[in-house]
């Protein structure tokens, strides 16, 4: 029997350098496990940081400042994990290239060609 080969699914809205957003579109903000791991723990520590500067009664602005330069000196500093890879693009130095908006591509199924829930996308 012939095997039928999909179209690719390169133009769909939900397409993203190969992997599938469909899901999580779906449920923005649901798929906690589809998140950076990265930018989880970063996430982690602004709580408590906030919970720092709390009980040393920091004013917000103060506050701010110190995790600004926290926040820079994790995301210009070693990514810890294990698939982070350089984007080479030379504005965006540090950031992974797996990363999309707060998502790893990484933890997304693959596009698997253009499939019932193809919607093209029109700019
Ligand atoms: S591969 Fe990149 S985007 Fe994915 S979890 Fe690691 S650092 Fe984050
Ligand atoms: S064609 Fe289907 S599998 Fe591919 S990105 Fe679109 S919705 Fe996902």
New binding site residues.
Partial sequence: MTEIIPLPGTHCRYWCIDRCLYKIRLNPGLERDVC???LERLEHCFDDHVLRCECFGLSAEKSGLIWKQRMRQVLEGV?D?P???VTGDLDQDHV?A??FEDI?L?RLPRCSGRCRYFELWIK
Avoid: I, S
Wanted: one cysteine or more.
């Fill in positions: 950076c791991q990265v990514w994990c698939d982070y890879q992974c797996h990363l790893c990484l």
